[in-house]
T-cell receptor
Framework: DAGVIQSPRHEVTEMGQEVTLRCKPI?????LFWYRQTMMRGLELLIY????????DSGMPEDRFSAKMPNASFSTLKIQPSEPRDSAVYFC???????????????FGQGTRLTVV | TQLLEQSPQFLSIQEGENLTVYCNSS?????LQWYRQEPGEGPVLLVT?????EVKKLKRLTFQFGDARKDSSLHITAAQPGDTGLYLC???????????FGPGTRLSVLP
């Protein structure tokens, strides 16, 4: 398996523009997570899906952020409109349900480095 | 709310030195995991500890899970520059649907 695939790897956009980040999880995994990482705040969970259903989106900063998982092999995170404070590295991770035996791990993509100018 | 704390936040040492980093919580976890994140990459799992008191070794890295399953430590012997990175501990939440991550220890090993 190629692992979790994220695109693009880097994105530079102007304030106010719409940004869409994409993620292909590992085949067979039933949980998908979107994280944001900054030096100041570390790794923050934005939203996670279980069997394509959003379970907890309490980490989504505000209404400008939205995430979808139309099927088991694809998810998007959209920011509209983007702001400079959204600049960060965004990670997607997939897993089997963490509490299910055997204990499973979170597999991370390489991340998308977003810069909003 | 389950929280994981890690210490120290930053650590800079010379090649060949030993070090220990810590992961603590007031909550009991069914298991804890350690991940290492290298610059420009996503975190990668190093180990999972499941049983209270368990010790696991991975080459020069030794991981221990506390008896009460509320804490864990990572000891590195004779650190090398290749050990440089962000070390994150994580565990499943009480519902078994999500991971709780600590803030990480940023390690720099100087040649």
């Amino acid at each position: 398996d190629a692992g979790v695939i994220q695109s693009p790897r880097h994105e530079v956009t102007e304030m106010g523009q719409e940004v869409t980040l994409r993620c292909k999880p590992i085949s067979g995994h039933n949980s998908l997570f979107w994280y944001r990482q900054t030096m100041m705040r570390g790794l923050e969970l934005l939203i996670y899906f279980n069997n394509n259903v959003p379970i907890d989106d309490s980490g989504m900063p505000e209404d400008r952020f939205s995430a979808k998982m139309p099927n088991a092999s694809f998810s998007t995170l959209k920011i509209q409109p983007s702001e400079p404070r959204d600049s960060a590295v965004y990670f997607c991770a997939s897993s089997l349900a963490p509490g299910s035996p055997p204990i499973t791990e979170a597999f991370f993509g390489q991340g998308t480095r977003l810069t909003v100018v | 709310t389950q929280l994981l704390e890690q210490s120290p936040q930053f650590l800079s040492i010379q090649e060949g030195e030993n070090l220990t980093v810590y992961c603590n919580s007031s909550s009991v976890f069914s298991s804890l995991q350690w991940y290492r994140q290298e610059p420009g990459e996503g975190p990668v799992l190093l180990v999972t500890v499941v049983t209270g008191g368990e010790v696991k070794k991975l080459k020069r890295l030794t991981f221990q899970f506390g008896d009460a399953r509320k804490d864990s430590s990572l000891h590195i012997t004779a650190a090398q520059p290749g050990d440089t990175g962000l070390y994150l501990c994580a565990g499943p939440d009480n519902y078994g649907q999500n991971f709780v991550f600590g803030p990480g220890t940023r390690l720099s090993v100087l040649p």
